[in-house]
């Protein structure tokens, strides 16, 4: 993830992936930027690149 630089960041890049529809957990590591995220089922990329890029930053793969 592009841009993210403190756990202020993280929290409200974790709050934006929280209400796609299906995410059950957030986990993100913010020295290294990235994100991983847990659903009960298969999630859309394009729904969880839209949620970041809400919270103001880019998935970057």
């Not at 890049?13 to 986990?27: H, L």
Request: some cysteine; hydrophobic content about 45%.
């Amino acid at each position: 993830m592009s841009g993210m630089t403190c756990t202020g960041c993280a929290n409200n890049v974790s709050k934006q992936i929280r209400t796609v529809e299906g995410v059950t957990g957030v986990e993100i590591d913010v020295a290294s930027g990235t994100v991983a995220v847990s659903s009960a089922a298969p999630l859309e990329i394009a729904d969880v690149r839209a949620a970041v890029e809400k919270a103001g930053y880019q998935l970057v793969s």
